[in-house]
């Protein structure tokens, strides 16, 4: 109890200390709202609307939700077909490198032209393409990277391919993809939100950030934004959790 209290206390000192200041610099410097609001400002709107924050922040998490499952899954097949066929680990690997290179306000408007602008669908691809690369590039490393003396010990018993797959090589992973969960989880957040500012339902975060500025109510975009970061660090402490359940031995190596 007492390691866990020593753990969240630092991070919340920082947080309160740089809070303080930011409404100290505000006041002293009679800073305007559409240069910086105060953080009592942004407090109100997100408490005086915590209903609507709940919403939009929800409407936003499922559209990264769906895109974060949609490009884990495309990633997980990338990695295990590029692993196996050396002919797709030298195509697919450039393509992945040339997707994640594609800034999302370029990509985003494309999408809402090739599909129903007021449906999901071109957040949650803009999504999925944001996931694959980190999910790809750590799964098939983690597949490739494996101890030689663990291989060569494989092949000495003739083990076939899959078995070495499934007792070498997917536990070898293991780390690896909870690495890229970690990195892929609140981009997933990141680029839904970024995504909605470009047309479509306004329902989503990216969208009332860009309304409520647009009609000079800048607490409260900043407390959409306020809300956006904590619906990302829920997914980066929902993957925390579930590495905890599924994989506790990485958390035990790491602080070994």
């Not at 753990?7 to 910086?36: E, H, M, N, T």
């Not at 499922?62 to 797709?88: E, M, N, P």
């Not at 992945?96 to 602008?117: E, K, R, S, W």
């Amino acid at each position: 109890m007492t390691r866990r209290i020593n753990l969240i206390w630092p991070p919340l000192l920082v947080g309160l200390l740089f809070l303080g200041a930011w409404q100290i610099l505000v006041v002293s410097r009679d800073i305007k709202p559409y240069l910086l609001p105060a953080p009592t400002l942004i407090g109100e709107n997100f408490f005086g609307n915590l209903d609507l924050m709940w919403s939009t922040a929800i409407y936003t998490a499922w559209t990264a939700l769906l895109g974060l499952l949609f490009g884990t899954a495309a990633g997980l097949i990338a990695a295990f077909l590029a692993q196996r066929f050396i002919v797709v680990n030298n195509m697919v690997t450039p393509l992945a490198a040339g997707l994640a290179a594609v800034p999302i306000v370029a990509l985003t408007p494309i999408l809402n032209n090739m599909f129903d602008i007021t449906s999901r669908t071109p957040r949650v691809l803009v999504t999925a393409i944001i996931v694959f690369f980190p999910v790809f590039v750590n799964v098939t490393r983690g597949l490739v990277q494996v101890q030689p003396v663990q291989l060569e010990l494989m092949r000495s018993m003739n083990a076939q391919p899959r078995t070495v797959l499934r007792l070498l090589r997917v536990p070898n992973t293991i780390p690896f993809f909870f690495t890229a969960m970690k990195i892929s989880a609140p981009m997933a957040v990141i680029a839904a939100l970024v995504a909605e500012y470009f047309g479509g339902p306004q329902l989503g975060l990216g969208s009332r950030i860009a309304s409520s500025a647009a009609n000079t109510a800048y607490g409260r975009a900043w407390a959409y934004v306020v809300a956006a970061i904590i619906t990302g660090l829920l997914f980066y402490l929902i993957v925390l959790l579930v590495e905890r359940w599924a994989a506790p031995w990485t958390g035990r190596s790491r602080s070994a």
